[in-house]
């Protein structure tokens, strides 16, 4: 019994020790524009790796904040959900001309990316809004072991 309980203790130290030593790179979202008096908003922001051969969903944010880890140096996609009042454009064009989102991201206070403009993928009307899907793809400078890196998302409808 006493071997019994020695064993399962080490393991638990063990298990414990694993955890504690997880180096993957952390994305944390620190900020996302807030809803405007019409209604445009960011939905969500989903960021998904590239692992050699296949796009992965890492994570959807659905909130202003949250964190996500991430592989060692693989390439990191961001699609970014919006919504723009129907009342504000015609028609698909003009919601996709009149949305723009950027992003940054920074490690350690330095830009990697600064007011990147994401690139439109997909716009469609369903009731009062048109929903569109915005896409930026990190390819240099990846995310490294050990290491925190912030994003913040700023979107402006122009009406």
Not at 47 to 52: D, I, L, T
Not at 91 to 113: C, D, K, L, P, Q
Not at 138 to 152: A, I, K, M, R
Request: aromatic letters at 16%; one cysteine or more.
């Amino acid at each position: 019994m006493k071997k019994l309980l020695i064993c399962a203790a080490a393991c638990l130290v063990l298990l414990l020790l694993m955890l504690n030593f997880d180096d993957s790179p952390v994305l944390r979202l620190a900020y996302c524009s807030p809803e405007d008096v019409y209604g445009n908003d960011v939905l969500y922001v989903e960021v998904w790796q590239y692992n050699g051969s296949a796009w992965t969903l890492i994570v959807n944010f659905t909130g202003s904040v949250g964190n996500a880890k991430l592989h060692d140096n693989w390439e990191v996609k961001f699609i970014v959900g919006i919504r723009f009042n129907s009342s504000l454009a015609s028609s698909n064009s003009e919601a996709i001309e009149y949305t723009r989102v950027f992003m940054n991201i920074t490690h350690n206070g330095s830009y990697i990316w600064q007011n990147n403009e994401l690139n439109n993928i997909s716009c469609v009307l369903n009731g009062d809004f048109y929903y569109l899907k915005e896409e930026g793809i990190w390819n240099v400078d990846l995310p490294q072991e050990g290491e925190t890196y912030d994003f913040s998302v700023l979107y402006q409808g122009y009406y």
